[in-house]
């Protein structure tokens, strides 16, 4: 997996969902995204940082910045 | 999302099979909401049954009903999770599928499965969200409705 900062990593997750008031603390539920929007953010990140994210993982991934720190 | 009991889930579950039946069933004018309970019960005291259930401050607002079976056509393969259905109110959609979805792979694994099969409506095609959530399409499924003039 590529080595980012997790502020670059969040960065990009406010690109890919279309929204630059994402915060760390910003629950992914609350982003207004579908099942598959949800997922094909989760699989963009996985293709631009090289990194896989296990299912048990993603049942951790909560929030924005859980999210970067998975791929930071 | 949790796996629950059927006694517990089936006074909820009646009213939303109606809604489910409305937006996926097929062959609707030969058919009817209304499944066998007993049946059901009898799976979930053989150890057969696996029921997730949605939530929303308590009240029910959709369910991933499935079984954990031996497959006989595979003798040492170990359980097999199966589809039976699976059901979200509109209004409660966004994510909830995927949540749902991963809930039915972890408890299938903590059931000692490593094969989950699952599928969708024609009308209502989940495969893009379901080889992203890491299934492949093996099969395709068709209904023969013998009682009509064309099915010869």
């Known amino acids: 997996m590529e080595t980012h900062t997790a502020d670059f990593v969040l960065e990009f997750i406010r ?49 924005a910045g859980d999210l970067a720190d998975a791929f930071a | 999302m949790q796996v629950e009991k059927w006694a517990d889930a089936i006074p909820e579950m009646r009213t939303l099979f109606h809604a489910h039946f409305r937006e996926l069933g097929v062959n609707k004018h030969r058919l009817t909401p209304r499944c066998d309970e007993a049946r059901y019960a009898e799976l979930e005291r053989l150890g057969l049954l696996l029921l997730l259930t949605v939530r929303a401050e308590g009240n029910l607002v959709g369910y991933f009903l499935g079984f954990v079976m031996a497959n006989a056509h595979y003798a040492y393969s170990g359980p097999w999770a199966l589809t039976d259905m699976y059901f979200i109110l509109p209004e409660f959609r966004k994510g909830a599928g995927l949540k749902l979805f991963r809930k039915f792979k972890a408890v299938a694994r903590e059931r000692g499965c490593k094969f989950a099969v699952t599928s969708c409506k024609v009308h209502q ?14 099969d395709k499924t068709f209904i023969f409705a013998l009682e009509d003039d064309a099915c010869r």
Not at chain 1, 27 to 43: F, K, R, V
Not at chain 1, 48 to 56: A, H, T, V
Not at chain 2, 125 to 138: S, Y
Request: contains cysteine; aromatic residues 6%; negative net charge.
């Open chain 1, 15 to 63: 690109a890919e969902a279309g929204n630059q008031e994402i915060v760390r603390e910003t629950p992914l539920d609350s982003l207004g995204l579908d099942s598959l929007e949800l997922l094909d953010l989760l699989l963009a990140c996985e293709v631009r940082f090289r990194g896989k994210i296990s299912d048990e993982m993603q049942d951790r991934i909560y929030t």
């Open chain 2, 125 to 138: 095609d989940h495969t893009a969200f379901l080889e992203k959530l890491g299934a492949k399409w093996t």
